[in-house]
T-cell receptor, first 112, second 114 residues
């Protein structure tokens, strides 16, 4: 399973763009890159998933370089409600059965 | 459309006891995974059920067992509880078991072992 490394914490202010980078040097050919958000005492919530290049949805963008050894989650114009833990995961695509491996995540604190 | 539901919300057990946690997947989902999340840590994968069979298992002892029913709901059983089993237990469901399928998580069951 590909291991991921991401910053332990980040601070930002309302209205700013936040970029969280995740390193996954030994990602396998079939692996997808997925980001989840978690608020205290709640289950994680899917944000975005990608395989290569750029993916954008209504809440975030995911940038994946050609070598796929890293990825960057971009949150545009964050608000106080974006304060949460963000997890970068690389899915094991070899077995056909998903086994999400969470790290310790990045704690994002958004201040007024 | 109800999302993933889990019961009970909170549970207090004594060391050595057994516990059963329940999960109902999101409507239309056929795959259920269970995770354990200790305070301040990321969720740790316990196992995944698809077509009523355990398909993948994480690094958890045999004291942790599960079951999936024909209606896709699932149970997590933990025997001989230890203090270290105190955690938030999360259930996630997906349509399909592959890595590209989005997992939907429930609110979790907070288990406290005293």
């Amino acid at each position: 399973l590909a291991k991921t490394t991401q910053p332990i914490s980040m601070d930002s202010y309302e209205g700013q763009e936040v970029n969280i980078t995740c390193s996954h040097n030994n990602i396998a050919t079939n692996d997808y890159i997925t980001w989840y958000q978690q608020f205290p005492s709640q289950g994680p919530r899917f944000i975005i998933q990608g395989y290569k290049t750029k993916v954008t949805n209504e809440v975030a963008s995911l940038f994946i370089p050609a070598d796929r050894k890293s990825s960057t989650l971009s949150l545009p114009r964050v608000s106080l409600s974006d304060t949460a833990v963000y997890y970068c995961l690389v899915g094991d695509g070899n077995t056909g059965f998903q086994k999400l491996v969470f790290g310790t995540g990045t704690r994002l604190l958004v201040s007024p | 459309d109800a999302g993933v539901t889990q019961s009970p919300t909170h549970l207090i057990k004594t060391r050595g006891q057994q516990v059963t946690l329940r999960c109902s997947p999101k409507s239309g989902h056929d795959t259920v995974s269970w995770y354990q999340q200790a305070l301040g840590q990321g969720p740790q994968f316990i196992f995944q059920y698809y077509e009523e069979e355990e398909r993948q298992r994480g690094n958890f002892p045999d004291r942790f067992s599960g079951h999936q029913f024909p209606n896709y709901s699932s149970e997590l059983n933990v025997n001989a509880l230890l203090l270290g089993d105190s955690a938030l237990y999360l259930c996630a469901s997906s349509l399909g078991a592959g890595p590209s399928y989005e997992q939907y998580f429930g609110p979790g069951t907070r288990l406290t072992v005293t």
